[in-house]
């Protein structure tokens, strides 16, 4: 196995938004790096600005302060060449299953009779065929979700930046879905940015897990998850699950909140 | 406990117990074009009954044997005919141009924040001048031919259009829009692609408001000053006391923004397929 790489470093990262008793510091000389192939889980209490860290990753927001390293290169941001996906699956509903995985290929411009190629070869992998011209308002949450992850998927991203993907599906969807993106992280090599707060998902699907302070986020501690699992379920089911599971509960204090 | 989780098998949702409600006799589709049939008749009857027993003055009200043999002359002559198609073209045409107008306009609005900041107010204080108002200048600008009632329709759709398509385009979801910058989209690739698809409904549904506007403004054009037309018909007719050719007009226009309101209905239904597409089949994971 190759060395680990430092893929994307965030340093020292500064965001603060206008709000009603002067500006709030959502972010506060954040700092932290990713591998190349990595699988990073972002937890931290909710509202400490884990998706502000995205919107700057993904060019949506320009951080007040700070650098942002790609490969070695300071970059602005890395619009265009992530894969975001949050909890709403943001289908179009006019279009189809099909127009909605093209949506990324045909922005880039890729030749139409190719991109639909691509695509139907990519819904079929993922157990979507026959679907490509039902409308979302047809497909179930699951469904719709795993589409939207077919859209990420596509576009062949340098790293995937997941906002809670899951979140809004029952359980059994969430576990399906979870060994659909793990099995699919390893099929095309990607790099993986999860931001959750379901501390569960974290730890089954993670190679890392980060913890956030809350606001403004901080860096609080970063585990090593040492679980070798072929999938998510198989994965809870490891020795070093629960252990995992009560460190990071009391990185959250989740404890002491309680009593 | 191990657990495997079937991947890709159907699972099939229980099927929804669904209560009949009790239903008359006359609640189907062929009983209610009876009763509605039937009510007419009933009007007409009375009508005519009230003529004839003197309780209605025909000469201020007319008659309905008076308005249905007026009928049939006006349609033997053609001139019902030609008037209504004249009518018709005026409304449609101010329709159509009205409403690609306005809603281009509207759209464009949502490329530049400032522009359509500066431009709000003028729009509200245009639109909240009664357009009908306009009719005696737009008749001293455009003559008493065609371009005059296609104006005053246009002035009359452009603006519902117009609010209308501003409003869809502001209220576009920033979501999908965000996601397409994520993406690497530029501007014109999110108006088009995000924006623009997600006002049709908005723009659309004013087609139901605007058809209406368009006739109102062919006629009222006509009322103003023309040779031709079923507003001209109506209005000449009337100031010569001849109210069965009053009511053959009204009636005509009433027939005419009926059909056209379901002509409207089926774009409205065949456009938008995925608005139609049911939640009753839905596909389960």
């Given at each position: 196995?190759?060395?680990?790489?430092?893929?994307?470093?965030?340093?020292?990262?500064?965001?603060?938004?206008?709000?009603?008793?002067?500006?709030?510091?959502?972010?506060?000389?954040?700092?932290?790096?990713?591998?190349?192939?990595?699988?990073?889980?972002?937890?931290?209490?909710?509202?400490?600005?884990?998706?502000?860290?995205?919107?700057?990753?993904?060019?949506?927001?320009?951080?007040?302060?700070?650098?942002?390293?790609?490969?070695?290169?300071?970059?602005?941001?890395?619009?265009?060449?992530?894969?975001?996906?949050?909890?709403?699956?943001?289908?179009?509903?006019?279009?189809?299953?099909?127009?909605?995985?093209?949506?990324?290929?045909?922005?880039?411009?890729?030749?139409?009779?190719?991109?639909?190629?691509?695509?139907?070869?990519?819904?079929?992998?993922?157990?979507?065929?026959?679907?490509?011209?039902?409308?979302?308002?047809?497909?179930?949450?699951?469904?719709?979700?795993?589409?939207?992850?077919?859209?990420?998927?596509?576009?062949?991203?340098?790293?995937?930046?997941?906002?809670?993907?899951?979140?809004?599906?029952?359980?059994?969807?969430?576990?399906?879905?979870?060994?659909?993106?793990?099995?699919?992280?390893?099929?095309?090599?990607?790099?993986?940015?999860?931001?959750?707060?379901?501390?569960?998902?974290?730890?089954?699907?993670?190679?890392?897990?980060?913890?956030?302070?809350?606001?403004?986020?901080?860096?609080?501690?970063?585990?090593?998850?040492?679980?070798?699992?072929?999938?998510?379920?198989?994965?809870?089911?490891?020795?070093?699950?629960?252990?995992?599971?009560?460190?990071?509960?009391?990185?959250?204090?989740?404890?002491?909140?309680?009593? | 406990?191990?657990?495997?989780?079937?991947?890709?098998?159907?699972?099939?949702?229980?099927?929804?117990?669904?209560?009949?409600?009790?239903?008359?006799?006359?609640?189907?589709?062929?009983?209610?074009?009876?009763?509605?049939?039937?009510?007419?008749?009933?009007?007409?009857?009375?009508?005519?009954?009230?003529?004839?027993?003197?309780?209605?003055?025909?000469?201020?009200?007319?008659?309905?044997?008076?308005?249905?043999?007026?009928?049939?002359?006006?349609?033997?002559?053609?001139?019902?005919?030609?008037?209504?198609?004249?009518?018709?073209?005026?409304?449609?045409?101010?329709?159509?141009?009205?409403?690609?107008?306005?809603?281009?306009?509207?759209?464009?609005?949502?490329?530049?924040?400032?522009?359509?900041?500066?431009?709000?107010?003028?729009?509200?204080a245009i639109n909240s001048v009664p357009k009908i108002a306009l009719a005696p200048i737009v008749v001293l600008w455009f003559g008493t031919g065609l371009i005059s009632k296609v104006a005053l329709a246009v002035s009359l759709t452009a603006l519902v259009a117009l609010i209308a398509a501003y409003q869809a385009a502001k209220d576009a979801d920033v979501d999908l829009q965000s996601l397409m910058i994520s993406m690497g989209a530029d501007k014109h690739q999110i108006f088009f692609k995000a924006v623009v698809p997600s006002t049709l409904p908005s723009i659309i549904a004013t087609f139901r408001i605007n058809i209406g506007f368009g006739l109102v403004g062919a006629v009222v054009g006509e009322f103003i000053s023309s040779q031709r037309g079923l507003g001209h018909m109506i209005f000449t007719a009337s100031s010569l006391y001849d109210l069965d050719s009053v009511w053959v007009g009204l009636f005509t226009l009433m027939i005419m923004g009926f059909i056209l309101y379901y002509v409207i209905d089926i774009i409205e239904r065949t456009s938008l397929?995925?608005?139609?597409?049911?939640?009753?089949?839905?596909?389960?994971?």
């Amino acid at each position: 196995m190759p060395p680990t790489q430092t893929q994307l470093t965030v340093q020292n990262i500064r965001k603060s938004f206008p709000g009603k008793g002067g500006d709030v510091n959502v972010l506060d000389d954040l700092s932290f790096s990713i591998n190349e192939r990595d699988f990073v889980s972002i937890i931290g209490p909710s509202g400490c600005g884990k998706t502000t860290i995205f919107n700057i990753i993904a060019g949506l927001l320009e951080p007040d302060d700070g650098t942002i390293t790609y490969r070695g290169q300071e970059i602005d941001s890395l619009r265009g060449r992530v894969g975001y996906m949050m909890q709403k699956d943001l289908l179009f509903p006019w279009r189809t299953v099909l127009g909605n995985v093209l949506l990324g290929l045909e922005t880039r411009g890729v030749d139409p009779k190719e991109a639909e190629a691509k695509a139907r070869e990519y819904l079929k992998q993922f157990g979507l065929a026959g679907f490509e011209n039902a409308y979302p308002k047809m497909l179930s949450g699951g469904m719709r979700q795993r589409v939207a992850l077919i859209r990420t998927l596509i576009m062949d991203p340098d790293i995937l930046l997941l906002d809670e993907p899951f979140s809004a599906l029952d359980y059994q969807t969430r576990l399906y879905l979870e060994g659909v993106l793990k099995d699919a992280v390893q099929t095309y090599n990607k790099t993986v940015i999860l931001v959750t707060h379901d501390i569960d998902e974290a730890v089954a699907l993670s190679k890392r897990v980060v913890v956030l302070s809350g606001r403004p986020a901080r860096v609080k501690v970063v585990h090593e998850i040492d679980i070798d699992a072929s999938s998510p379920v198989t994965a809870r089911n490891d020795a070093k699950f629960s252990t995992y599971f009560k460190t990071l509960c009391a990185e959250l204090d989740i404890q002491t909140e309680k009593t | 406990m191990t657990m495997t989780i079937q991947s890709s098998a159907p699972v099939r949702t229980a099927p929804k117990l669904r209560r009949k409600p009790k239903r008359s006799a006359f609640d189907t589709v062929l009983g209610r074009a009876v009763l509605q049939v039937l009510a007419i008749a009933v009007f007409f009857a009375l009508w005519e009954i009230g003529v004839r027993a003197g309780y209605v003055s025909a000469f201020l009200m007319g008659s309905p044997s008076g308005i249905f043999a007026m009928f049939y002359k006006l349609i033997l002559s053609g001139e019902l005919l030609s008037d209504s198609w004249y009518t018709l073209f005026e409304a449609i045409l101010g329709f159509i141009i009205g409403t690609i107008f306005g809603s281009l306009l509207g759209l464009a609005l949502w490329y530049s924040v400032f522009v359509a900041k500066l431009v709000e107010p003028f729009i509200v204080a245009i639109n909240s001048v009664p357009k009908i108002a306009l009719a005696p200048i737009v008749v001293l600008w455009f003559g008493t031919g065609l371009i005059s009632k296609v104006a005053l329709a246009v002035s009359l759709t452009a603006l519902v259009a117009l609010i209308a398509a501003y409003q869809a385009a502001k209220d576009a979801d920033v979501d999908l829009q965000s996601l397409m910058i994520s993406m690497g989209a530029d501007k014109h690739q999110i108006f088009f692609k995000a924006v623009v698809p997600s006002t049709l409904p908005s723009i659309i549904a004013t087609f139901r408001i605007n058809i209406g506007f368009g006739l109102v403004g062919a006629v009222v054009g006509e009322f103003i000053s023309s040779q031709r037309g079923l507003g001209h018909m109506i209005f000449t007719a009337s100031s010569l006391y001849d109210l069965d050719s009053v009511w053959v007009g009204l009636f005509t226009l009433m027939i005419m923004g009926f059909i056209l309101y379901y002509v409207i209905d089926i774009i409205e239904r065949t456009s938008l397929p995925w608005k139609q597409a049911t939640t009753s089949h839905q596909v389960q994971v």
